[in-house]
């Protein structure tokens, strides 16, 4: 399995772990919302990266991400 480091998202990784932080607001079904307190562009940038699909669902690379971050 490819492991997801910041050097292969070509983001630093605290934006890395911002978006982590993005992902974690998710519906059961796995739609990504965004709180009042999180910046726009960081769900954008999420989308941009391939975090979040066009529809707002968390990807397998988002998936990826989050278990990077849950577990570190």
Same mark, same amino acid.
């Given at each position: 399995?490819?492991?997801?480091?910041?050097?292969?998202?070509?983001?630093?990784?605290?934006?890395?772990?911002?978006?982590?932080?993005?992902?974690? *607001?998710?519906?059961?079904? !796995?739609?990504?919302? &965004?709180? +009042?307190? @999180?910046?726009?562009?960081?769900?954008?940038?999420?989308?941009?990266?391939?975090?979040?699909?066009?529809?707002? *669902?968390?990807?397998?690379? !988002?998936?990826?991400? &989050?278990? +990077?971050? @849950?577990?570190?």
């Amino acid at each position: 399995m490819n492991e997801l480091s910041a050097a292969s998202t070509g983001l630093d990784h605290n934006t890395e772990a911002d978006i982590a932080k993005v992902l974690e *607001y998710r519906y059961g079904d !796995g739609l990504v919302f &965004l709180p +009042k307190k @999180q910046p726009e562009s960081l769900f954008k940038i999420a989308k941009t990266e391939g975090f979040i699909d066009p529809e707002g *669902y968390l990807t397998r690379k !988002g998936r990826s991400l &989050l278990a +990077k971050y @849950q577990f570190s």
